[in-house]
Every structure is written in C-alpha cells, then in structure tokens.
C-alpha cells in the first residue's frame, strides 16, 4: 500500500479532488451520490481491516452500522444528547459488541466465521423488530431541528454533510495507513496467512482479532450515525439489513481487497451505478433498475473476475498491497 | 408442535442438502440459493393458477426445469468466475439473487399470493394430535427427494466421483474425473433439491418474490451447523433447525424464532467450529 510513498503527487491531487468535487458536480442530486460514495468507502475501509488483513471474511457489518445508528439517535431523542456524543459512544457500543461477537468466534475459519457474524446480525436485527424501546420495526426518526453543526443537521444544503464525511474518510485512511505499518497490521497479515504459523510465532491470534474487529466495528459505528443524521430516518430494515453487508463486502472486492484506494472505486462505480438506474428507472417501477443493476454485477464479476482496481493494478502494477 | 418442528425441518433439511453440494463440491458459497426456491414455488403457482395442475403433480416439472436452470446457469455464469478469486464468485451470486428477485417482481408483482385450492389440505387427527396434511405431505416429499439425492451421493459411480472432487479437486482430476461436467452436474442438482422444496412449500406457504431470502439465510445457518459439504449433517441439522425454530417460537416470542436458530448455530460452532459433521 504505497499510496503516500512515492505516490505523493496522485495523493494530494485525490486529496484537491475531492474537495472540490461538490462543486463540479452541484445539483443535490450528485452531491447526494458523492456523500454516499464516501460513506460506502469507509465502510468498504472498515470491512477490509477484517476481511483485507484479518482474513475474516465479516458478513455482520450492518450491526455495528445499525448500533451506531440508533445510538446517537436514542440519545438524541430521549435526552438530546448531540450526535457527535452519540456518535462516540455508538462507537465503544460497537466495540463492546464486536468482543462479544469476536471474542469466541476467533477460532472460527473462513466461511464459518462469515455464517457466524451473518448469523449474528440477523439475530441484533430481529431482536432491533421487535423491541419497543428502539421503535421495533417502525423505527425512529430523529427530531428535526434548525440547521446546526453541533446537532449535525443541515436542510438548506448537503455541503456540510459532504465535508463531515469527506473528514472521516481522511481519518479512517490515516489509520488504515498507521495500521499498515504497525505491529498489528503486520500480525494481521501474518495470521491471515496462516493461522497456525502465526500463533506459533508467538503471535496471540484470539487478541489481534478481536482488536481487528473491534476497530472495524467503531468505524463501522460511526458511519452509521452518520447515515442516521444524514437520512434522518432509520429502522432495522434499512441499516441493519443483511443487503447492506453484503453490500459493503461487494464494493470493497470489487474494486479490489486489501488496498486503500479499492474501497473508494467500487463505491464510486457501484452507488453511481446504482443510484442512477433508481433515479432512471425507478420510476418505471416493478424493480427495473435493480435488474439491471443485478445484471451489470453479474457481467462485471464473470468479465472482469479480479474486480476493476485489481484489473488496473495489474496494468499499471502501482499501489498494489505492500 | 414437535412433530410439526419435525416436519419443517425435513423441509429445511432439502433445502440445506442443495446448497450444501454445491458449497461442498464448488466451494461457492451461492447467495441466489433461496432465489431458486422463490422459482420453484413461482412455477408451482403458475402451474396450478394457469392450467389447474395441483402443486404436487407439478413437481417433476419443477424439478426438471429447475435441474436445467441450474446448468444454463452453470455454464453461464458459474463457470466463469470458478477460476477466479473467491469474493468475484460470492458477487456473481449475488448480482444473480437480485436479478431474480427483481424479475420476479416484474413479472408477477411484489403481492403476496397462494395457491387456490391444492389436494393436500386440511388437518388430520393422529391419537389426538394434530397434523397438518400440507405440511405432512412437503416433509414426506422432502425426506425421498433427500433420500434418493443421497443414494446418488454415495451409491452411484458419479456421485461418488462428486464426493471425490468435494474431498480433494485436483487428486480428483487426476483420477481421471471430468471435473466440469460433474460441477454442472452437481449445482443443477442442487438447485433442482432448493426447487422441489420450493414446490412443496408452495402447498402452504405465501409466495412472494423476497421470500427466498429467508429462507435463504436460514439455509446458511443450516449447512454451517452441519459442517459444510455434508450432506448427513445437512440433514440433521436441518432437522435440529426446524425443531428450534418452533420450540423458541413457543417458548419466548414467535417474533424471536430465527435469533434462537441462529444463537443456537453461533453455539454450536463455539464448541465445534466445524459444525456437527464437518471435516
């Protein structure tokens, strides 16, 4: 991953890019699509902390998006506490989730471990439809109050949200930069490897994943307050849904696993994708727009099997992993 | 109650075996699996609303035209992405499980329906307990389709030849096993067992386009707590699925059934991460 080493210049003009971006593109409607590319890709980061380093293929990110999500909003509406607050202490809920998910399913190989966190999420999920407290499947809309930073609600227009995101992302590839290069990251790897190898280096397996998921888990977290501000609207359907992990494992692959950059290009192609077709054909409704985008996905992975970062990398052979 | 746990989880069990050959065979793990069975019950219901064919005597049909689905999509999609790398073929399952749902939705709205009218209905009263003769009928069909698709596994020249490949491929290949043709063989077969338990829910089951997602997830669980590419412990865990699902549906909330069959899955794998019958 040599995207700040002798790649300087490619990543301060990603950086100028994407500030200027929301300008290019000014109708809320692009800008709606942008926001939710930069969301996608943190949450593509996050998954691949697991599934890029760890090895563990995680199908269970939509319940640490979905605890973030109704955290702060809980918060918000039953003592009005700031989102920024919420947002924190989603993010340590999720931790305390990710031990009790990771903490015994560490053993877990391969797909096991991706039936176990799928497994997982569906139980948060239908216990989330039928909890009264949280709103059980009606779910629950944050309170709608004046435009203002501290309560992370902007209605004149999406700048602000874009850059908040944009924000995280800078954050989220930062530590994914440190993680890279540290102790962890290079344990991670080795595990993922082989497991065996790595535990008889000395290297205490059960604790690196459990921190893997713990991380992921806060980014994940995170995000979901985000989108929980962001949509103003949130029930287990839409954020805690099997789809949106699967989702999530699908941009990252797609645009490559176990690099910074492959997270950002499938969101951008898969949400633009996706989002176009619904606005397009949506409205001529019975579910077009997802057939197609059903299709495309299919063309995409038997031509392009690699994904579209990989297939690039190979040409150009730059900012491949380590 | 038990009985009636007993019975759905034949069903399950069918619907675990399919997905299990082919995880065990191809090592995809095939997301559209439940999709297949919204088709299987889709055709069903054509059958029975177009031409008046009972669910039951349709069922050949289904299974014939499922068999055949599964190889076009064999040899159309499956095939390609086996080369590559794991994920692309996790996506292409995907891509195709919404693609179906979504034709569906297009072709037959997103209502939900039932079949008018089939043969087997009603209850019958055994000593006192009452069983519900749909349910009686798909758990008994379930079971001789899982019987003989066993029999074929074990018994048979090529199912043993499918059985090789699962345990090591390239040794398989080298024995002189026509890997491809038995690949194709093995998902159409395992897309035919999803569609003839499709068949046999849609005697008493709703049948909308999302409803193979369920029992998609559910099937997931179900050959995981077997261990996957076992088809005994496919069978037993099925079974074990069904039971759970309606004793935890009893004893704490219906609402709660599913988090019970998977917490009981999440326990299993903490005391055997391989699942009951795995390798």
């Known amino acids: 991953?040599?995207?700040?080493?002798?790649?300087?210049?490619?990543?301060?003009?990603?950086?100028?890019?994407?500030?200027?971006?929301?300008?290019?593109?000014?109708?809320?409607?692009?800008?709606?699509?942008?926001?939710?590319?930069?969301?996608?890709?943190?949450?593509?980061?996050?998954?691949?902390?697991?599934?890029?380093?760890?090895?563990?293929?995680?199908?269970?990110?939509?319940?640490?998006?979905?605890?973030?999500?109704?955290?702060?909003?809980?918060?918000?509406?039953?003592?009005?506490?700031?989102?920024?607050?919420?947002?924190?202490?989603?993010?340590?809920?999720?931790?305390?989730?990710?031990?009790?998910?990771?903490?015994?399913?560490?053993?877990?190989?391969?797909?096991?471990?991706?039936?176990?966190?799928?497994?997982?999420?569906?139980?948060?999920?239908?216990?989330?439809?039928?909890?009264?407290?949280?709103?059980?499947?009606?779910?629950?809309?944050?309170?709608?109050?004046?435009?203002?930073?501290?309560?992370?609600?902007?209605?004149?227009?999406?700048?602000?949200y874009y850059y908040i995101i944009l924000g995280m992302f800078f954050c989220v590839t930062f530590i994914m930069h440190k993680l890279n290069r540290s102790r962890l990251g290079f344990y991670l790897r080795a595990l993922r490897e082989s497991n065996?190898?790595?535990?008889?280096?000395?290297?205490?397996?059960?604790?690196?994943?459990?921190?893997?998921?713990?991380?992921?888990?806060?980014?994940?977290?995170?995000?979901?307050?985000?989108?929980?501000?962001?949509?103003?609207?949130?029930?287990?359907?839409?954020?805690?849904?099997?789809?949106?992990?699967?989702?999530?494992?699908?941009?990252?692959?797609?645009?490559?696993?176990?690099?910074?950059?492959?997270?950002?290009?499938?969101?951008?192609?898969?949400?633009?994708?996706?989002?176009?077709?619904?606005?397009?054909l949506g409205g001529a409704g019975r579910g077009m727009d997802l057939m197609i985008y059903g299709i495309l996905i299919m063309i995409i992975s038997t031509l392009r099997p690699e994904g579209i970062w990989g297939f690039i990398a190979k040409k150009g052979k730059v900012w491949s992993l380590s | 109650m038990i009985i009636s746990g007993l019975m759905i989880g034949c069903v399950f069990s069918l619907i675990a075996i399919g997905l299990t050959i082919i995880w065990g065979v191809m090592n995809i793990i095939n997301f559209a699996h439940g999709e297949f069975l919204m088709i299987g019950m889709f055709i069903s219901f054509l059958f029975a609303t177009y031409w008046g064919i009972d669910p039951l005597f349709s069922l050949p049909v289904v299974a014939i035209i499922l068999f055949f689905l599964g190889l076009i999509t064999y040899r159309v999609l499956i095939k390609k992405v086996l080369k590559g790398p794991v994920l692309a073929q996790l996506v292409v399952t995907f891509g195709l499980s919404i693609f179906l749902v979504h034709?569906?939705?297009?072709?037959?709205?997103?209502?939900?329906?039932?079949?008018?009218?089939?043969?087997?209905?009603?209850?019958?009263?055994?000593?006192?307990?009452?069983?519900?003769?749909?349910?009686?009928?798909?758990?008994?069909?379930?079971?001789?389709?899982?019987?003989?698709?066993?029999?074929?596994?074990?018994?048979?020249?090529?199912?043993?030849?499918?059985?090789?490949?699962?345990?090591?491929?390239?040794?398989?290949?080298?024995?002189?096993?026509?890997?491809?043709?038995?690949?194709?063989?093995?998902?159409?077969?395992?897309?035919?067992?999803?569609?003839?338990?499709?068949?046999?829910?849609?005697?008493?089951?709703y049948i909308f386009p999302e409803v193979g997602f369920f029992f998609g997830v559910i099937a997931f669980a179900t050959v995981a707590l077997g261990g996957f590419g076992s088809i005994e412990g496919a069978m037993i865990a099925g079974i074990l699925v069904g039971l759970a699902e309606i004793l935890g549906g009893f004893f704490l909330a219906p609402a709660y059934k599913y988090a019970v069959v998977f917490a009981i899955y999440i326990g299993v794998v903490l005391i055997k991460p391989t699942g009951l019958k795995g390798w």
Not at chain 1, 196 to 208: F, I, K, P, Q, Y
Not at chain 1, 228 to 242: E, G, K, N, R, W
């Open chain 1, 1 to 160: 991953m040599k995207i700040f080493k002798g790649q300087k210049g490619w990543a301060i003009f990603l950086l100028l890019f994407s500030l200027v971006v929301p300008f290019l593109f000014t109708s809320p409607f692009s800008r709606h699509i942008l926001i939710l590319i930069i969301l996608y890709s943190i949450l593509g980061e996050a998954w691949s902390i697991l599934g890029g380093y760890a090895g563990l293929l995680s199908f269970g990110q939509a319940a640490f998006f979905g605890i973030g999500a109704y955290t702060s909003t809980l918060m918000l509406l039953n003592w009005g506490v700031s989102p920024w607050i919420g947002m924190v202490v989603g993010g340590f809920l999720a931790i305390l989730v990710a031990i009790c998910l990771a903490y015994p399913c560490a053993k877990l190989q391969g797909h096991y471990f991706a039936i176990a966190s799928l497994a997982f999420a569906e139980s948060l999920k239908i216990i989330f439809l039928n909890w009264k407290f949280v709103g059980g499947a009606r779910g629950l809309d944050p309170p709608i109050v004046p435009t203002s930073f501290w309560y992370l609600e902007f209605h004149e227009t999406k700048l602000p």
């Open chain 1, 196 to 280: 065996d190898a790595a535990e008889s280096l000395g290297v205490r397996t059960r604790n690196c994943k459990v921190i893997a998921t713990g991380i992921s888990g806060f980014i994940t977290a995170i995000a979901g307050t985000f989108y929980a501000q962001y949509i103003l609207y949130i029930d287990p359907p839409s954020v805690m849904h099997l789809r949106l992990s699967i989702e999530i494992v699908l941009m990252t692959m797609f645009g490559g696993v176990g690099t910074i950059i492959g997270p950002v290009i499938g969101a951008s192609f898969l949400i633009t994708l996706s989002e176009v077709f619904r606005v397009a």
């Open chain 2, 103 to 205: 034709l569906a939705v297009f072709l037959w709205t997103a209502d939900y329906k039932m079949i008018q009218n089939p043969i087997a209905t009603g209850k019958i009263s055994i000593s006192g307990i009452f069983i519900s003769i749909p349910e009686l009928v798909a758990s008994i069909g379930s079971l001789i389709i899982s019987a003989v698709v066993y029999w074929f596994i074990k018994k048979t020249k090529t199912g043993m030849a499918i059985e090789a490949i699962s345990m090591d491929k390239d040794a398989a290949a080298l024995m002189g096993i026509n890997t491809d043709r038995l690949y194709a063989l093995s998902f159409a077969v395992g897309i035919m067992c999803v569609g003839v338990a499709g068949g046999l829910l849609s005697n008493f089951y």
